[in-house]
């Protein structure tokens, strides 16, 4: 079972901000960098932040991560029809010396 | 442009061993962790296993280790995975991921199309 927690689902309306929390430990993300992902329905995930809120070329910066002890938050802001997705944040963990995901998110957009 | 084609899955029974493979391109292989990331049908992503760039270092999920084997050959910019005593709970679409910087866990800024493997006997 996963060692990072994320609520499964999550919805907002278009042009909404919503966000995403992500709980671990202190061997995960209270001592590493957090990662977040997206996933499209029938697609490989897609790296949307990386090492202190950096995103990939081409991730627009409506997306922003925020961290907090052993705690993250996914923020998208001016939610949009095609941001529906699954997101995952994920860590590396010391204590497992593996890299762990989160349990996974539902975002709908209504 | 960084690409990377899994080859290998397929249907193998209980106990069964299988050979995975991801070809790259697009990048200078060497230079970088590579991983391996399952999702079973309808569940959450996974981690299995990570490579260093050199392939002096490898890392296993508590749940196939003693089991599969990740390798690299940097001359064929191609990692493998090998699985052994397979079960049905590593069924699953098997993700070849390429590390963000040389080490391992930077986070996975490219994915391959996936390759499913199905245990059923």
């Known amino acids: 079972q996963s060692v990072l927690t994320q609520p499964p689902s999550a919805s907002g309306t278009p042009g909404q901000r919503v966000t995403i929390s992500c709980s671990g430990s202190s061997s995960n993300i209270g001592n590493n960098y957090v990662y977040w992902y997206q996933q499209l329905p029938g697609t490989a995930p897609k790296l949307l932040i990386y090492r202190n809120n950096q995103r990939p070329s081409g991730v627009p910066d409506r997306f922003s991560d925020s961290e907090s002890g052993t705690s993250a938050s996914l923020a998208i802001s001016g939610l949009r029809s095609e941001d529906e997705a699954d997101y995952y944040c994920a860590a590396w963990d010391d204590s497992l010396s593996a890299y762990v995901f989160g349990t996974g998110t539902k975002l709908t957009v209504l | 442009e960084v690409q990377l084609l899994e080859s290998g899955g397929g249907l193998v029974q209980p106990g069964g061993s299988l050979r995975l493979s991801c070809a790259a391109s697009?990048?200078?292989?060497?230079?970088?962790?590579m991983s391996w990331v399952r999702q079973a049908p309808g569940k959450g992503l996974e981690w299995v296993s990570a490579?260093?760039?050199?392939?002096?270092?490898?890392y296993y999920a508590d749940s196939v280790k003693g089991r599969f084997t990740i390798s690299r050959d940097n001359s064929k910019n191609t990692v493998y995975l090998q699985m052994n005593s397979l079960r049905a709970e590593d069924t699953a679409v098997y993700y070849c991921?390429?590390?963000?910087?040389?080490?391992?866990?930077?986070?996975?800024?490219?994915w391959g199309q996936g390759t499913l493997v199905t245990v059923s006997s």
């Open positions: 490579i260093s760039g050199s392939g002096g270092n490898t």
């Open positions: 991921a390429k590390d963000h910087a040389p080490e391992t866990g930077t986070g996975f800024d490219s």
């Open positions: 697009g990048f200078i292989f060497s230079s970088y962790a």
